[in-house]
C-alpha cells in the first residue's frame, strides 16, 4: 500500500509557476497617468470658457473706460479704480446694497424653515402620499423660471387674475383689479412667494435625503429621555446634518443672491426701483445708460459681496465642525 501511495504521489502533475508579467513599457506608465487628465480636460476647458473668461473680462472692462463707443470701435482706455470710485460715491448703489441683503436674507430664511418641515413632513407620510408630494416638488423644481414667472403675472394680474378673482369671492371687494405690480411693497412680496416657491423643493428635497440616514435609534434614545419633536430636532436632527444644512444654505444664498429672471421680467427693478438688487442694477446701468464700465465694477463688487458672504458662512461651519 505505501509503495501505491508512493508511486502515485509520484505521478502527480508538477505546479508550474507563471511566468512574471513582463513590465510595461514606460510610454504606456505615462499614458495611464496622464488619461485621466486627458478625460477631464474638455469639461474644464469648457467651464473655463464659460465661466472664467467671463469673470476675468468683466474684472478687466471694469478698469476701463468702456461705452458703447468703445464697444463699437475698441480702443478702451485704462481709468484705474475710477469706476468703482464712482460706484461705491452713489449713494442709490448702497440703498440698492441694502435692499439686495434684505431680499437674500427674507427669502434664505423662508426657504430654509419651509423646506425643512417639508422636509420632516415627508419622513412622517406615507409611501404613496411622499411619493405624490415628492412628484410634485420635482415637477415644480423642474419648471423653467421664465414659465413660472410668466404664471405668476397671471396670478396676479389686475382684471383677470385668479388672486383677486378669489379675494373678492371671500368678501374683500377693495381688491376689485387691484394692480399688485403698481405698488413697490406687493410687488417685492410677489417676487419672494415666487423665488420661495421655485427654491424649497430642492431644499426641501436634499434635507430629506439627509434625514433618511440618521438612525432610527437615536430618535429612540431621545424619546425614552423625555424629549418632544422640537428637542429631537435640535438635539438629534440639527446636529447630524450640520453641514448639509450648512451646504443648502450657501446655496441658497447664491440663488437667491444672483436672482435676476423673475424680477426683471415682472418688474424691471421696479415700481421706483422698489425691486432692483444689485443684479438688476448692474444690467440697468450697462443696457440701459450705456455704461458698461461702471456697470461692470457693480457686478465685480456683486461678487465680491457674495464671495465675502459664502467665506463667512463656510468658515463658521468649519469652526464649529472642528469644535464637534
Not at 505546479?15 to 487628465?37: D, S, T
Not at 469639461?43 to 474684472?59: C, Q
Not at 435609534?217 to 450640520?242: C, H, K, N
Not at 446655496?251 to 427693478?269: D, N, R
Request: proline share 5%.
Amino acid at each position: 500500500m505505501t509503495v501505491l501511495t508512493a508511486r502515485s504521489a509520484d505521478r502527480r502533475p508538477a505546479v508550474v509557476e507563471p511566468p512574471p508579467a513582463a513590465p510595461r513599457p514606460r510610454r504606456h506608465r505615462r499614458l495611464g497617468a496622464v488619461w485621466p487628465y486627458l478625460l477631464v480636460a474638455p469639461t474644464v476647458l469648457g467651464a473655463a470658457f464659460l465661466l472664467v473668461y467671463p469673470l476675468v473680462r468683466n474684472t478687466v472692462m471694469s478698469f476701463q473706460h468702456f461705452g458703447l463707443g468703445e464697444l463699437i470701435r475698441g480702443g478702451a482706455t485704462w481709468v484705474g479704480f475710477a469706476n468703482y470710485r464712482t460706484v461705491l460715491d452713489d449713494p442709490e448703489f448702497w440703498t440698492v446694497v441694502r435692499r439686495t441683503l434684505w431680499w437674500t436674507g427674507l427669502n434664505v430664511v423662508l426657504i430654509m424653515v419651509l423646506g425643512t418641515l417639508v422636509a420632516l413632513m415627508l419622513v412622517r407620510l406615507g409611501r404613496r402620499m411622499r411619493l405624490a408630494v415628492m412628484s410634485g416638488l420635482v415637477l415644480t423644481w423642474a419648471t423653467p423660471v421664465i414659465a413660472a414667472t410668466t404664471v405668476f403675472q397671471w396670478l396676479f394680474q389686475s382684471r383677470f387674475g385668479v388672486v383677486n378673482w378669489a379675494l373678492v369671492k371671500l368678501g374683500f371687494d377693495s381688491y376689485r383689479d387691484y394692480s399688485w405690480f403698481a405698488h413697490g411693497g406687493s410687488t417685492f412680496a410677489i417676487l419672494v412667494v415666487l423665488v420661495v416657491w421655485q427654491s424649497v423643493p430642492f431644499a426641501a428635497l436634499t434635507l430629506y435625503g439627509g434625514l433618511t440616514t440618521i438612525p432610527v435609534e437615536l430618535y429612540e434614545s431621545a424619546r425614552i429621555d423625555g424629549a418632544g419633536a422640537w428637542q429631537s430636532f435640535r438635539l438629534v436632527t440639527f446636529p447630524m446634518l450640520r453641514p448639509l444644512f450648512a451646504l443648502v444654505t450657501s446655496l441658497e444664498v447664491i440663488w437667491c443672491f444672483k436672482a435676476f429672471t423673475q424680477i426683471w421680467v415682472i418688474s424691471e427693478g421696479g415700481p421706483n426701483g422698489a425691486t432692483t438688487t444689485l443684479p438688476v442694477y448692474a444690467f440697468q446701468i450697462a443696457q440701459s445708460l450705456h455704461k458698461y464700465d461702471l456697470g461692470a465694477a457693480v457686478s465685480t463688487l456683486t461678487v465680491v459681496i457674495l464671495l465675502a458672504a459664502l467665506v463667512f458662512n463656510l468658515r463658521r461651519m468649519f469652526r464649529q465642525e472642528g469644535a464637534l
